[in-house]
């Protein structure tokens, strides 16, 4: 088992997840590792990038996605709708796994919610980012009655 595939596993216990997506052969075998060991009453699903066209087809919450060997190989619009589209099913968290050589950039994955992780390699051939739901939108200060006009609104009034 290589270090990314290490990795992957690490990330996976750490998420303990009840449901996961994978797109992307090196998460495949992640993924297929990590059900044989979870038993029966985990969820794994084996996708492809395509399959998640229809996002209606996706009635339970899933926890954790992971991708890799995908943006490479599409466009980068197609790319986008991808982690567009896991994000807009509620997934707790995303991990892709993109290579160095991609045409994807450290800003194209800020502007989408993503941080980059360290490497574990001091040459590594492929980064690892990560979008987690719980930490994504932090809780400002500024965002509470104390800083409203009409403190004794808050809650109630919307327009």
């Known amino acids: 088992m290589d270090i990314e595939q290490k990795a992957l596993i690490g990330l996976i216990k750490q998420a303990n997840p009840r449901t996961l997506i994978t797109i992307g052969l090196s998460v495949n075998l992640a993924g297929a590792t990590w ?3 979870a038993g029966k009453d985990a969820c794994h699903l084996a996708l492809t990038w395509d ?12 926890d954790l996605a992971l991708v890799s060997d995908t943006l ?3 466009p980068h619009e197609a790319g986008e709708q991808l982690l567009g ?13 993109v290579s160095n050589n991609a045409s994807w ?40 009655p104390d800083y409203w006009a009409n403190p004794e609104m808050w809650g109630k009034a919307w327009w």
């Open 35 to 37: 059900q044989k060991a």
């Open 85 to 97: 589209t896991l994000r807009n099913l509620g997934v707790r968290q995303i991990a892709v796994l």
């Open 105 to 144: 950039t450290f800003r194209d994955f800020i502007a989408l919610g993503f941080r980059k992780q360290p490497s574990s390699g001091t040459e590594a051939e492929k980064t690892l980012y990560t979008y987690n739901l719980d930490t994504y939108n932090h809780k400002r200060t500024w965002n509470n």
């Open 72 to 74: 490479e190989q599409i």
């Open 51 to 62: 399959q998640l066209s229809d996002p209606a087809s996706f009635d339970q919450n899933i």
